[in-house]
């Protein structure tokens, strides 16, 4: 990866120290394209709609309908869906309710660490518009302007059935390829990033977590 | 081993080939059958059989992929490498010309060679990922592969006395002639002792620190993902195929067909699976002791067993 600091196509890094700014990639990371043979991008398309593989991050209390899906009375598995203990190879981030700014922080580290195709449900009525926690001074009142999301379920708090709906939602989407939420993240990472900074104060990450 | 012609041993290689697609897809149904058993008795449904397909084109069409380095790449090679290796040397089908694979004399040396061989890739390969669960999980990993090597080597060590050969074709031909004669029944106390260190090889519970996924997630293969990610997963399908197919030829009379040899690793990994869903988990330092004390002890009885009761 390079480490030019002033080519078009890296990250400025600056809330790093110089020492710092040598340990991590400074890639500016790009959009990719479908396959160029249709039926391969379907095929891969289907693929990835029957193994969703969930990132295991309960970001808030919405988090807990999560647990009903995995066990015996709905049992999620039958679709394909596992919990992925780790962001490199999970494929869905759910957010699980309300996302204090220090959360956000972690959220954004690990979505960028998960490899795309990656997908966002946004879960309960707080990351839509703020909820119950609307006018907190540690929490977001609107996700979608710091990380793309790809699916809402709204509610306080939504039943398991609500999020189930949602994956196989999400699923349909994902075969017929409209889905990017990963390619719009990185097409507008500027905005993004801007967003992200205006909350988050201490901004000691890189720009972007390869 | 010498061929009369290069289309011979170019049709070995074809042989092979398809040995391979065959115990590949079949340690992939297996592994679902395995799930949806373990689901059944957690009150679920469990995954279709399809799953473990569909997982491994997900995670080879994903779209981007990070590299840590030049060992990051070679782990999951040189894993699916000792995986392919240990299956060149083992004898499928007993009897058949065409599944006998490279099986040759003093084979057995070789496979127990090639199954260290894959373990060591793959630490080394994470390590180089420099996630600190998956140092640990390596650490934790390697250390139980030393414990349960001790009871397998003994096993191992008992039989080749017992049938006086290095090569499974040799020790498979020694056990024909109905189920009296398998090592099961001629020397079962060495292979008590080699199913005891199965139960460590296959990663189940209670022997599944290593992987822990709550804990450490998922220890040594954390960083590893996309492209990397598949060749694991088709390696512990084909891995853990190979293993059983190397068990019921040391241990259960080998087989003549396909069918026979399905029932018989399936009942054989059924050992490991109803161990796992009904006993917990085992730290580290108690599963190392395990298996220093019983096991060990027993698979040194063997070895006297088979000097003084069988000599």
């Known amino acids: 990866m390079s480490k030019d600091r002033s080519s078009k196509n890296t990250m400025e890094n600056s809330g790093l120290s110089a020492d710092e700014q040598l340990l991590f990639c400074n890639a500016r990371p790009e959009p990719y394209k479908p396959y160029s043979i249709k039926a391969v991008e379907d095929f891969a398309n289907w693929a990835r709609a029957n193994s969703l593989w969930i990132l295991a991050f309960g970001t808030g209390c919405c988090s807990i309908e999560l647990r009903p899906l995995m066990t015996a009375r709905f049992d999620i598995s039958r679709f394909g869906i596992a919990g992925r203990p780790t962001p490199r190879q999970s494929s869905v981030f759910i957010i699980g309710g309300y996302v204090s700014v220090k959360t956000l922080k972690r959220i954004i580290r690990s979505y960028e660490q998960m490899q795309g195709p990656k997908f966002i449900i946004a879960l309960g009525s707080c990351p839509a518009n703020g909820g119950m926690y609307f006018d907190s001074y540690n929490t977001i009142n609107q996700f979608d302007l710091y990380l793309p999301v790809d699916m809402y379920v709204t509610g306080c708090m939504p039943r398991p059935e609500a999020l189930l709906a949602a994956i196989m939602e999400l699923k349909e989407d994902i075969k017929v390829g409209n889905c990017d939420g990963a390619n719009r993240y990185v097409e507008n990472l500027d905005w993004y990033k801007a967003n992200q900074k205006k909350v988050i104060k201490n901004w000691d990450m890189p720009d972007?977590?390869? | 081993m010498i061929y009369a012609s290069m289309s011979e041993w170019f049709g070995r290689v074809g042989n092979f080939g398809l040995t391979l697609l065959i115990v590949t897809v079949y340690g992939l149904l297996v592994g679902a059958l395995i799930e949806r058993i373990i689901a059944k008795v957690q009150g679920?449904?469990?995954?279709?059989?399809?799953?473990?397909?569909i997982n491994i084109a997900k995670t080879f069409f994903k779209r981007t992929a990070v590299s840590h380095g030049i060992m990051f790449y070679l782990g999951p090679v040189f894993r699916i490498a000792g995986g392919i290796g240990t299956l060149a040397f083992i004898p499928v089908i007993y009897g058949s010309e065409m599944f006998?694979?490279?099986?040759?004399?003093?084979?057995?040396?070789?496979?127990?060679?090639?199954?260290?061989?894959?373990?060591?890739?793959?630490?080394?390969?994470?390590?180089?990922?420099?996630?600190?669960?998956?140092?640990?999980g390596i650490a934790r990993g390697?250390?139980?592969?030393?414990a349960y090597e001790v009871p397998f080597a003994l096993a191992v060590i008992s039989i080749v006395i017992q049938y006086d050969t290095l090569s499974i074709t040799e020790i498979v031909a020694a056990q024909q002639g109905g189920w009296q004669n398998w090592t099961v029944i001629t020397n079962w106390v060495a292979t008590l002792a080699a199913m005891l260190a199965f139960l460590g090889m296959t990663g189940y519970s209670p022997f599944d620190i290593f992987l822990a996924p709550q804990e450490i997630p998922i220890g040594p293969p954390t960083e590893f993902h996309s492209a990397y990610l598949s060749f694991l997963q088709i390696?512990?399908?084909?891995?853990?195929?190979?293993?059983?197919?190397?068990?019921?030829?040391?241990?259960?009379?080998?087989?003549?067909?396909?069918?026979?040899?399905?029932?018989?690793?399936?009942?054989?990994?059924?050992?490991a699976i109803v161990v796992g869903v009904a006993f917990p988990r085992f730290r580290v330092d108690q599963g190392i002791r395990f298996f220093f004390k019983i096991p060990t002890l027993i698979g040194i009885m063997s070895i006297v067993y088979v000097q003084m009761v069988l000599a």
Do not use: C
């Open chain 1, 208 to 210: 972007y977590n390869w």
């Open chain 2, 44 to 53: 679920r449904v469990g995954i279709p059989y399809s799953q473990p397909f």
């Open chain 2, 100 to 136: 006998s694979n490279f099986s040759m004399a003093g084979d057995l040396f070789l496979v127990i060679y090639f199954m260290f061989f894959g373990q060591l890739g793959m630490a080394l390969g994470a390590g180089e990922s420099g996630h600190p669960y998956s140092a640990i």
């Open chain 2, 142 to 146: 390697l250390s139980q592969m030393t």
């Open chain 2, 235 to 271: 390696n512990r399908a084909l891995f853990g195929a190979t293993k059983l197919v190397l068990f019921m030829n040391l241990f259960f009379g080998g087989a003549t067909g396909w069918v026979e040899l399905m029932i018989k690793t399936l009942l054989i990994y059924m050992v």
